[in-house]
């Protein structure tokens, strides 16, 4: 709200124009003078509207401070707010994208960009070779609304520091996400070669993707789990840390992805019998390297004891599957391929997304709507087998 001061015959008014990045609040001022004759009370009306009139000038004014290269103001946004306010897992995300988002970005002034300028930007992201892979195809278009979303948060940021008035993301159009893809993953006889297949693998593989197709845990939880995380008479498994990768940091241990993906699941017996076993095997080889040994607690660690690297399962997975001629389609497959077993076994939304470790329902609903559907479809084939009905049909 704009403030005045009475200098002599005529009055400062001073409004705020926003913040500098540094939190520094910005003033800007004008003198107004009433016209010779004028009573108090409307000099006292009249500079009541002067003040009103001016705070909206300044609020809808362009601010010199939004004369900055988006760049700049982008490693600001993430000392002062990223650094500070969000998990290991989103600054990594942000990392990884920004040296892209300034390749495209970075050189232009925050107040000269243009919805336009940001557009051809996000339509670049799903053109041929944008995933950087020897696929040579663009981003999905998840990955693209995430690009999207970095930028928008810079913008956001700096309307909050009061440098903007606009941001320009709003604007943009984002390509659809394909929600009705079929999730692949293996089929019933798939699974049941893979798990034959799997009696000549590792201790420790065996371990891993038993528990990945039964447990249905992400990546990350999986080379996050420690042993104190069994309970070998209850046969629960508790999911409580996420083991990521940053290019800053290399490996670090983060809190779950969100706060319902903390867990607690039951599984089947023999698996806790594995994970036994598992820990000897470990024991023996922390004896067997001694001081060399690096203590971590994790199921699955490197020859030295520390943290196993998150691309290692997908390497070994790769070639085995390759080895053993069964169909490849990357660690998360295991997750959907249990997440359709619950629903076909006829376990409703709310008890699949509490097994997943979803924040809500909603997102299990996106994910595997299809799968719900034909499940449905299904149990209604089922009831009208089973319960035959003459009624209702044309005679003959």
Not at 113 to 125: E, H, V
Not at 252 to 280: E, M
Not at 343 to 356: F, H, K, T
Not at 364 to 373: G, Q, V
């Amino acid at each position: 709200m704009a403030t005045y001061t009475k200098r002599g015959s005529s009055y400062r008014i001073r409004a705020s124009v926003g913040y500098t990045p540094e939190g520094k609040q910005v003033m800007k001022s004008k003198t107004w003078t009433p016209a010779p004759g004028m009573t108090e009370r409307q000099i006292e009306k009249e500079l009541n509207r002067q003040m009103v009139l001016f705070d909206e000038e300044c609020r809808g004014s362009s601010l010199t401070d939004g004369h900055i290269k988006f760049e700049t103001f982008a490693r600001q946004w993430m000392s002062e707010y990223v650094e500070k306010s969000l998990g290991k897992r989103t600054q990594a995300s942000y990392a990884y994208m920004s040296e892209r988002i300034y390749a495209a970005l970075g050189h232009l002034y925050m107040d000269k960009i243009t919805p336009r300028q940001i557009q051809k930007f996000i339509n670049s992201l799903s053109e041929p070779g944008a995933n950087q892979t020897k696929d040579g195809k663009g981003l999905s278009p998840k990955s693209v609304k995430n690009f999207l979303s970095m930028i928008s948060a810079v913008f956001a940021y700096a309307i909050k520091m009061g440098m903007l008035q606009y941001n320009p993301c709003r604007a943009v159009t984002l390509p659809p996400l394909d929600t009705g893809k079929e999730k692949q993953c293996y089929t019933m006889e798939e699974a049941q070669a893979f798990l034959d297949a799997l009696v000549d693998a590792p201790l420790r593989w065996q371990v891993f993707f038993a528990l990945a197709l039964f447990g249905g845990f992400r990546r990350e939880e999986l080379c996050g789990f420690e042993f104190q995380d069994f309970d070998f008479d209850q046969h629960t498994v508790s999911v409580r840390r996420a083991s990521i990768y940053t290019p800053a940091a290399g490996t670090v241990t983060t809190p779950t992805k969100t706060v319902k993906s903390r867990r607690t699941l039951k599984l089947p017996a023999w698996i806790f019998d594995l994970v036994k076993k598992l820990r000897v095997e470990q024991a023996r080889q922390r004896l067997a390297l001694g001081d060399q040994w690096k203590e971590c607690g994790r199921l699955f660690t490197r020859a030295d004891g520390s943290p196993m690297s998150l691309d290692q399962p997908y390497k070994w997975l790769r070639s085995f599957c390759k080895e053993k001629k069964l169909p490849f389609y990357g660690i998360h497959q295991f997750r959907h391929l249990n997440a359709s077993l619950l629903i076909y076994n006829g376990e409703d939304v709310r008890a699949v997304s509490a097994a997943l470790g979803h924040s809500q329902t909603s997102t299990t609903l996106n994910i595997y709507a299809h799968t719900f559907e034909t499940a449905q479809a299904r149990a209604c084939d089922a009831l009208a087998d089973a319960l035959p009905v003459k009624f209702g049909k044309k005679q003959a």
